[in-house]
């Protein structure tokens, strides 16, 4: 049976200086999704982007193609084109979040899905500003429309996205529906995003459409500026979790040395219900990104931004795996799924072992140890103001953290119960 309800679910945040530890850029999001979904973490290469020479193949459309792209790293459910979240080699950190709009989605054509949007946006633009810019231009053209969910999992309905978008400049919120969008730079501070709009008139850029739109729908009457929340949304089911996400992030910048592992202890906290757990709930936190991005000033030729995945559901026992872009880095096939039907669970190997794990060693203390480890390592490699003339090779930085998992999961097989 065929459950017509929406996963509400999500949540997204940034952190900027001054209020972060080292004047970084702080990214965090939780993808919560059904929770008979997998999610998988791959990496897209410049040479897999070319065997697309002239179209993409996107989740139900076609796109052209661009003759540049860059490479990526995205968490994305196994069944679909497009991703959830994300970086490029850039630090261009995207993510998504469902909104719901007085324009019926069940009844639009085949379209872009916000994941594919995602995706596309990290596949070609070099900064957060081109980012918005592109994501635009994808609404616009494109529309959205079409399922946002793997049949297996009983949901059916799809939505309308907002989005987050961050590198190492500047921060931007772009919120849309169906064919319209408008955007709001992110000067400082901090910001978050849920399953409900934010942007009202505050916002600085707008698809050339808008207001066309929103006549054509009978939503607005062009006697004031046009409130984008209040002309399209129909329900606010993550407001709940905006305010309890925004109070979380009042309370962690106070001392104005917000960290990574700030970030971290927000997308476990269950309390707000930003960690889904899956209790009474058809939809679970099934992965996990943060990313830490140099300031401009800062920058240096060598490491300026990491990365950190769980590929697995619940962050409060996954693990935050750290991966750095370089000239020959290697994701390795730990966290990727092997292509099967659409129909099955696209299971990846560190899925699969944490699947079989018992909750005894999912709490092993050594595992956090060695997220712990590993995370305080390149950090303090992020904050060295020194030029070191060695070369630091993170080719299989992420694989080796994801293996290491795995042998620490695999030392002591589950108990079998009677």
């Known amino acids: 049976m065929t459950n017509t309800s929406v996963a509400r679910s999500c949540d997204t945040f940034v952190v900027l200086p001054p209020l972060t530890d080292s004047k970084f850029h702080i990214f965090g999001k939780n993808s919560d999704r059904p929770a008979s979904e997998v999610q998988e973490v791959i990496f897209v290469s410049k040479q897999h982007t070319s065997e697309n020479k002239d179209c993409v193949h ?12 860059y490479r990526c790293i995205l968490s994305k459910p196994a069944w679909c084109w497009g991703a959830e979240m994300g970086a490029n080699e850039h630090g261009v950190c995207i993510g998504n979040e ?3 709009s007085k324009v019926n989605y069940n009844t639009r054509k085949l379209a872009l899905i916000g994941l594919d949007i995602v995706r596309l946006a990290l596949e070609r633009a070099k900064t957060a500003k081109l980012a918005v810019s592109m994501i635009g231009e994808f609404v616009e053209n494109y529309g959205q429309g079409g399922t946002c969910y793997d049949r297996i999992s009983g949901f059916s309905s799809g939505y309308d996205n907002s989005f987050l978008v961050v590198d190492s400049d500047e921060a931007w ?8 969008w408008v955007a709001k730079q992110i000067k400082e501070g901090y910001y978050n995003i849920s399953n409900c709009y934010t942007i009202g008139d505050e916002y600085t850029m707008q698809s050339n459409n808008l207001e066309t739109f929103a006549k054509e729908k ?11 929340a209040k002309t ?17 992030l009042e309370n962690l910048t106070k001392n104005g040395n917000f960290s990574v592992f700030d970030m971290i202890s927000i997308l476990r906290d269950d309390q707000s219900g930003i960690c889904m757990l899956g209790e009474g709930d058809d939809c679970i936190s099934t992965g996990s990104q943060v990313s830490v991005l140099l300031s401009t000033d800062r920058k240096r030729s060598q490491t300026d931004a990491c990365h950190f995945f769980t590929a697995t559901p619940n962050p409060q026992l996954s693990l935050f795996k750290p991966f750095i872009f370089s000239d020959e880095v290697e994701l390795g096939p730990l966290t990727v799924s092997t292509p099967v039907e659409i129909t099955s669970h696209r299971i990846h190997p560190l899925y699969s072992v944490r699947q079989k794990a018992s909750r ?11 997220e712990h480890e590993g995370i305080v390592e390149v950090i303090n490699k992020l904050k060295s103001s020194n030029e070191d003339t060695t070369v630091d090779t993170y080719e299989t930085l992420f694989h080796d953290a994801v293996s290491a998992e795995i042998e620490l999961l695999r030392e002591h097989p589950p108990t079998k119960r009677s």
């Open 360 to 370: 005894e060693q999912l709490e092993d203390k050594r595992l956090k140890d060695l």
């Open 218 to 228: 009978k939503l607005w009457h062009g006697k004031e500026k046009l409130n984008f």
């Open 98 to 100: 469902a909104v719901f």
């Open 58 to 69: 996107c989740t139900h459309i076609q796109v052209p193609q661009v003759s540049t792209t």
């Open 232 to 248: 399209f949304e129909s329900s606010s089911g993550g407001d709940g979790r905006l305010k309890a996400g925004q109070k979380l």
């Open 173 to 180: 919120v772009i919120e849309t529906c169906d064919r319209v």
